[in-house]
């Protein structure tokens, strides 16, 4: 059973930065395409960045320029560089993975198959 586990989520003001990582233990071969998603209170989840593991990325056109997603294949993991962060960034941040080879951009929230308990992060001042 694959496992997502987020952390690095917190308080921060306006403009600040976080960087959140996201680990996934338990599979015997590198997950094809690893995402971050967000949801606020009283909305949908929603996509923020996703990387394949041939390096393919793609942004949500609300974090494009702000956010820089990476991962280690090796080790499974994925991070996401959050700058300037404003305060309609704040929302529950989940990690998402699956094994099939897709780009970001052909994914879907259904594509995936594993999720995190996500890791909140509050932008306020």
């Known amino acids: 059973q694959v496992q997502m586990l987020e952390s690095g989520g917190g308080l921060v003001q306006p403009g600040g930065s976080l960087r959140l990582s996201c680990a996934a233990s338990?599979?015997?071969?590198?997950?094809?395409?690893m995402a971050w998603y967000r949801q606020a209170p009283g909305k949908q989840r929603e996509f923020v960045a996703g990387?394949?593991?041939?390096?393919?990325?793609d942004y949500a056109d609300s974090v494009e320029g702000r956010f820089t997603i990476s991962r280690d294949n090796a080790k499974d993991t994925t991070w996401l560089q959050m700058n300037d962060l404003k305060p309609e960034d704040t929302a529950v941040y989940f990690c998402?993975?699956?094994?099939?080879?897709?780009?970001?951009?052909?994914?879907?929230?259904?594509?995936?198959?594993?999720w995190g308990q996500g890791t909140q992060v509050t932008v306020s001042s």
């Open positions: 338990g599979s015997s071969y590198s997950l094809g395409l």
């Open positions: 990387i394949s593991s041939g390096g393919t990325i």
């Open positions: 998402a993975g699956t094994h099939r080879r897709l780009t970001p951009s052909r994914a879907r929230y259904s594509s995936y198959d594993y």
